[in-house]
């Protein structure tokens, strides 16, 4: 089945973050590291790995993006044990943002930068059914303030999927929040759970591709489609990444890429990624000839 895939974008240390995230958490593995040569970041490590049983790719390609708390990733945690190891684990050497302890929508729970800068929700959801360990979460800020409820309908009609579902508003006197806007929310996309909120406060952050959601295709008719649907500049983008119209960022991606990728031949490897490094959006066929020499 196919799923969108969260990645990371570090400076050099995707491998030992993806260590890190997989020793941390039960289920988790690195399912494989490879390099490529030659591009403009020079040799670049990529990682693909699992947390909990879901997937996600890091990429070592020099200090052009920083994580910010626009897109953070919230756990769900099943005894109050283990959220706190985690918290011990994601904390040390980070960034706190709202400090372990009770609210009300949570008897434990707490949101931190780790050491490289990537935000953490930790959740206690005991006695609660969890569909998904690990959730993205999207926070719409500045600009973009008071359009997660239009963004979550732009994506589940785009990937034809249910309706998202508004779990609250920020009601009136909630200022600075915007009465009527997304408090928070959920809605999936190919089987995966995301979440969205509004914040109207003052924030020195906004979406970048330091996290972007890779979106496998079979097709060069669903690479058309979904660069067609999302991207804000059907021109721009480059190696297959694109931004939406609220500075989102997606890769639309061949699903035998991961293969073209993984090949033990240096010149095919080599013949591949020069080819791709020179394309927008990805373009199959062109990609095999590549391949294949």
Known sequence: MKTITPHLWFDREAKEAAELYVASTPDSKIKNVRTIHGTPSGDCDIVSFELAGQPFMAISAGPFFKFNPSVSFLVNCKTVEELDALWQTLSAG?????????????????WTEDRYGLSWQLMLTAGSEMKQKITPVLMFVNKVCGKAEEAMHLYTSVFRDPLPRILSRYGKGEDPELEGTTRYAQFTLLGQEFAAMDSAREHKFAFNEAISFVVPCDTQEEIDYYWEKLSADPNGGQCGWLKDKYGLSWQITP????????????????????????????????LKRASEG
């Open 255 to 286: 699903a035998i890429m991961d293969q073209m990728l993984g090949s033990r031949d240096a010149e095919k490897l080599a013949r591949v990624t020069q080819a791709f490094l020179k394309m927008k959006k990805f373009d199959i066929a062109e």
């Open 94 to 110: 980070g960034k706190v943002h709202l400090p372990l302890g009770a609210y009300p929508f949570s008897e434990r729970y707490g």
